[in-house]
């Protein structure tokens, strides 16, 4: 019902800077939220940056500063602009959706993209 195209991931030196985009599609009623989440090797999940439903920004603490979430709203992507990159930041990066479709137009649900990888290294 919903697709997220991920793209953007790469590798990159401590100190550089990486862009990654989402683009949500299908039978989307209304976006309630978007965001980015990131799985370290053995670590579990967690949140990066994300815009709630209540039009909220949050952010990790361990990016605040370094990291800036963006949106269009008319194109419904949702884009990470990732600077000064540490070897930390190594993860995997899960675009993150929370929907209405046309086939459940009342309860939100949430839809995750397949992943990006992100290494940081010299």
């Known amino acids: 019902q919903v697709q997220l195209v991920e793209s953007g991931g790469g590798l990159v030196q401590p100190g550089g800077s990486l862009r990654l985009s989402c683009a949500a599609s299908?039978?989307?009623?209304?976006?309630?939220?978007m965001g980015w989440y990131r799985q370290a090797p053995g670590k579990q999940r967690e949140l990066v940056a994300r815009?709630?439903?209540?039009?909220?920004?949050n952010y990790a603490d361990s990016v605040k500063g370094r990291f800036t979430i963006s949106r269009d709203n008319a194109k419904n992507t949702v884009s990470l602009q990732m600077n000064s990159l540490k070897p930390e930041d190594l993860a995997v990066y899960y675009c993150?959706?929370?929907?209405?479709?046309?086939?459940?137009?009342?309860?939100?649900?949430?839809?995750w993209g397949q992943g990006t990888q992100v290494t940081v290294s010299s």
């Open positions: 993150w959706v929370l929907v209405t479709t046309a086939r459940n137009p009342v309860v939100p649900n949430e839809y």
């Open positions: 299908g039978s989307i009623f209304s976006i309630h939220a």
């Open positions: 815009f709630t439903s209540g039009g909220i920004t």
